[in-house]
C-alpha cells in the first residue's frame, strides 16, 4: 500500500512507471510474491488530504506500507505544525494496520531544481530539509527505514530524462533510480 500525493500517483507517467509499481515488479524479480500494489495517493495533496482518503480504507489487508506525503502542505505554506501533527496521525495509522516492522518512508524530492520551482529553489531547498528532517527524526524513533531520494532529485535537477512532460514531477526513469535507493531496505523488511 503506497499512500502519498503526485510523486506516489507518478503524475505525468504512465502506470507501469510510478515508483510504487516499479517496486513491486522488481520485488517480483527478486522471488517476492506480490498479489496487489494499491496506491492511495493525488496530485496536489496535503497531509489533511491524505487523512481523509484512507479514512474508509482497510490498510490491515496489506502487508507493507510506503508514505510519501508533505510538499504540498510545504507548497501552500501552511504552518509547519499542522504537517507535523498530521503527518504523526498517519505514521500511527500505518503502524495499527501492519506494525512498526512493515513500513518505510520516502523523502520528498526537491522541486526547487525543476523548471517550475527555479525563481524560488533556495527557499524551497530549505524548507524541503525541514520537512525531511523532521520525517528523518520519526523515522528514527520508530525504527522506519528512511529512503533518501531528495538527493536524487537534486542531482537530477532538470537534466535531461529526469523529469515528466511537465518539467516539474519526476520522470520513469527517475522513479527507477528512487526504487533502486528503496529496494534493499524494502527486501530488508519483507525477508
Not at 508514505?67 to 499542522?82: A, R, T
Not at 538527493?151 to 528512487?178: C, F, K, M, T, V
Request: glycine share 8%; charged share 20%.
Amino acid at each position: 500500500m503506497a499512500l502519498g500525493d503526485s510523486y506516489t500517483i507518478g503524475q505525468g507517467v504512465e502506470e507501469n512507471e510510478r515508483w510504487p509499481n516499479q517496486l513491486s515488479a522488481q520485488l517480483e524479480s527478486n522471488g517476492i510474491d506480490v498479489q496487489k500494489t494499491q496506491i492511495i495517493a493525488q496530485t496536489g495533496w496535503k497531509t489533511s488530504d491524505l487523512l481523509n482518503g484512507i479514512a474508509d480504507s482497510t490498510l490491515n489487508d496489506y502487508d507493507l506500507i510506503s508514505l510519501l506525503i508533505g510538499v504540498n502542505n510545504q507548497f501552500w505554506s501552511q504552518p509547519f505544525d499542522i504537517f507535523q501533527t498530521e503527518f504523526d496521525s498517519l505514521v500511527n495509522i500505518a503502524i495499527e494496520a501492519v506494525g512498526k516492522e512493515r513500513i518505510f518512508i520516502v523523502s520528498i524530492p526537491d522541486y526547487g531544481v525543476t523548471p517550475f520551482g527555479s525563481s524560488n529553489s533556495e527557499n524551497i531547498a530549505n524548507d524541503i530539509d525541514m520537512y525531511n528532517g523532521y520525517i528523518s527524526e520519526r523515522c528514527t524513533e520508530e525504527g522506519f527505514p528512511f529512503i533518501n531520494v531528495t538527493e536524487i532529485s537534486r542531482q537530477l535537477g532538470d537534466s535531461d530524462g529526469a523529469l515528466a512532460a511537465d518539467n516539474l514531477h519526476p520522470s520513469g526513469y527517475q522513479y527507477s533510480l528512487w526504487v533502486n535507493e528503496m529496494l534493499p531496505s524494502v527486501l530488508d523488511l519483507i525477508r
